[in-house]
């Protein structure tokens, strides 16, 4: 079935439309741009499923397939772009369009995502924190090195990073296409794994699945956040080029 109750959520400017016309929350067809800027200002293009529901009602458990086909503007845009599930573990508007007066939580997510090299969005050394990515995040709502490492962060950063590490399941792995063609992508979401195609090709298969329930999120943004191995944490925005994103043949099947 297609995805249901997509919202769309755009900064000044920027625009989330059907590219066939007509109602711009068109299930099977839409354009999100962003027009050109300075790194002053924050710039998003979204369509979710989420943003009005508290986190603990987000509409997507597994068995879940996604689906659809996808192209952008540029190969290595500023900022960062992507479809997939995630638990919006931002929240309070800090970062990925994150829902304001939500509380931030650790990361569950699956999903394709593109990070320019300004982006470090791994806690582990030996996985790629930028590029274009098929990645998994699972993480439980508590967990006991949560204290370390709360009060560790205001003195070592690497500690703290080392810790989540620990506590923060992942798994990813880089992509190398030319993401300005047309490719047919899909997500397999299961209790015991995950699994990323692209064009009928295996990419990734995971046994870490993140922990439902997630929403449904499509996005283009000039942001860029990092967590590096040496324990700088840094945040902002940057300069971006005209950029857009369509999306065709978007279908959500779930068995709940």
């Not at 508007?93 to 090299?117: E, I």
């Not at 508590?142 to 490492?149: D, E, T, V």
């Not at 300005?180 to 995971?206: C, G, K, N």
């Not at 870490?208 to 944490?233: C, E, H, S, Y």
């Amino acid at each position: 079935m297609p995805a249901p109750s997509l919202k769309a959520r755009a900064t000044s400017a920027a625009r989330v439309e059907s590219h066939f016309g007509g109602d711009p929350l068109n299930p099977h067809g839409y354009r999100l741009a962003i027009p050109a800027g300075r790194a002053n200002r924050f710039r998003l293009a979204q369509l979710d499923d989420y943003s009005s529901l508290p986190r603990r009602k987000l509409p997507w458990h597994p068995p879940l397939t996604l689906g659809l086909r996808a192209r952008v503007s540029e190969r290595d845009l500023p900022g960062t772009w992507g479809f997939g599930l995630w638990n919006d573990p931002f929240g309070l508007s800090l970062g990925f369009g994150g829902t304001a007066g939500r509380l931030p939580a650790l990361p569950n997510a699956a999903w394709f995502f593109h990070a320019s090299q300004e982006n470090y969005l791994s806690f582990r050394d030996d996985k790629p924190g930028h590029g274009f990515l098929a990645q998994c995040f699972h993480s439980q709502p508590f967990h006991p090195l949560l204290i370390p490492a709360g009060l560790a962060l205001p003195f070592s950063p690497k500690r703290t990073r080392n810790l989540l590490g620990r506590i923060i399941d992942e798994d990813c792995a880089r992509l190398s296409i030319d993401v300005t063609q047309w490719h047919e992508y899909r997500l397999e979401w299961s209790p015991q794994q995950v699994a990323w195609w692209v064009d009928d090709m295996l990419i990734l298969e995971s046994p870490i699945t993140p922990r439902p329930p997630l929403g449904l999120v499509i996005w283009m943004d000039n942001q860029f956040a990092a967590f590096r191995p040496d324990g700088k944490l840094q945040w902002g925005l940057q300069e971006n080029p005209p950029a857009w994103m369509e999306i065709e043949q978007l279908n959500v099947d779930s068995k709940n």
